[in-house]
Every structure is written in structure tokens, then in C-alpha cells.
T-cell receptor, first 113, second 114 residues
């Protein structure tokens, strides 16, 4: 398996623009997680899905953030409109069950100017 | 509210030395604790996961221990190598069914000098 795949790897955009981050989890994994990592706040869980259903989105910072998982092999994290403080590395991770280890993707480095 | 801290923030050791990384958490009611490695510009790689009922886990040169009563976990790396240079993060997961209590520590940046 190729592991968790994220795209794009780098994104530079201007404030106010819409940003869409994509994730393909490891095949067979029932759980998918979106994290954000910044120097100031470290690594934070934003939202997670179980069998394509959002379970907990309490970590989503604002209504500008939304996440979807239309099927077992694809998820998106959208920011609209984007702001400079959204600049961070966004990681996607997946796992078989909620008791198993999570496998992380390489991350998307987002810079909002 | 769970808080996870890691000491030291950075560590530099000569190759071959054994070392210990520390992780502390304020709420002992954790479900499990996990150690990750992060290389610069890369994602996280899981190293060891310790369930709350366990005291330690071992994988190769790595050994992680968990003491819930004292709110501490340690990661022991034996015979360190330059390839071990990375940032090591611990993550404490509280509760039973909710992942909203996964709290990561700030990490320890390790440099192993050849």
C-alpha cells in the first residue's frame, strides 16, 4: 500500500481564497483524521471520521473550515475564505480501528498570504 | 483539561549513547499513549503505542514505559544512531470512544552526533 496520500504537498494562496486539501486513506482503514500543526499550537486534531461519517468536529476552529468524506477512499478539508492565520501544515491520518495506531500522510504545507 | 509536556525540548547526544525522552500528562485517565517520530518536513511515524493496561512496549532499540499514577511515560532509545535524529512526540488519548481528547506534546528534538 502506498500509505496515506495527501495533495497538494504545498499550497500558497492569497487571503480570501478558497483552499481544498485532499486525502486518500490507506485502503481498509475505517477511521480518518485531519490534524493541523503550527509552531505556536503544536499538533491539533481538527475532525475525524468513522466509516465516512464525521464523529467529532469539535477541533474545527471556525465555520470557515469544513470537511467531507464522500466515500471510503477520499476526504477533503476546505477553508473558505482562507486567512493568514490558517497557515500551517495539515496532516491526514487513518487507522483500522480506534484502538489501533494511526498512519500519517506527508502533510500539506499551506501558506496564506 | 489534559496537558502534555515533554522534557527536554531538545537533546544532542553522541552516537552510541543510550538516552531517555520524557513525556508528562496531567490527567491520568488516559486510554493509551503513543510515541511518534517526525522527520523535518515529513509526517509522523508511529513508534510505539501503550494501552492503559500495559506498562511498557518494546520495538527493536526502543522501549516505552507508562506510569499512569505518576502521569509519566518515557521513551528509551538504546545505542543511538545518527538516523535516530528527529523530533519525537508523545500523544495521550483520554476517554474510551472519543478522539477529541488526543493531546500531543510539543516534542523533543533529538540530534545524534556521529
Amino acid at each position: 500500500d502506498a500509505g496515506v496520500i495527501q495533495s497538494p504537498r504545498h499550497e500558497v494562496t492569497e487571503m480570501g481564497q478558497e483552499v481544498t486539501l485532499r486525502c486518500k486513506p490507506i485502503s481498509g482503514h475505517d477511521y480518518l483524521f485531519w490534524y493541523r500543526q503550527t509552531m505556536m499550537r503544536g499538533l491539533e486534531l481538527l475532525i475525524y471520521f468513522n466509516n465516512n461519517v464525521p464523529i467529532d468536529d469539535s477541533g474545527m476552529p471556525e465555520d470557515r473550515f469544513s470537511a467531507k468524506m464522500p466515500n471510503a477512499s477520499f476526504s477533503t478539508l476546505k477553508i473558505q475564505p482562507s486567512e493568514p492565520r490558517d497557515s500551517a501544515v495539515y496532516f491526514c491520518a487513518s487507522s483500522w480501528t480506534d484502538q489501533e495506531t494511526q498512519y500519517f500522510g506527508p502533510g500539506t504545507r499551506l501558506l496564506v498570504l | 483539561k489534559q496537558e502534555v509536556t515533554q522534557i527536554p525540548a531538545a537533546l544532542s547526544v553522541p552516537e552510541g549513547e543510550n538516552l531517555v525522552l520524557n513525556c508528562s500528562f496531567t490527567d491520568s485517565a488516559i486510554y493509551n499513549l503513543q510515541w511518534f517520530r517526525q522527520d523535518p518536513g515529513k509526517g509522523l511515524t508511529s513508534l510505539l503505542l501503550i494501552q492503559s493496561s500495559q506498562r511498557e512496549q518494546t520495538s527493536g532499540r526502543l522501549n516505552a514505559s507508562l506510569d499512569k499514577s505518576s502521569g509519566r511515560s518515557t521513551l528509551y532509545i538504546a545505542a543511538s544512531q545518527p538516523g535516530d535524529s528527529a523530533t519525537y512526540l508523545c500523544a495521550a488519548r483520554g476517554g474510551v470512544t472519543s478522539y477529541d481528547k488526543v493531546i500531543f506534546g510539543p516534542g523533543t528534538s533529538l540530534s545524534v552526533i556521529p
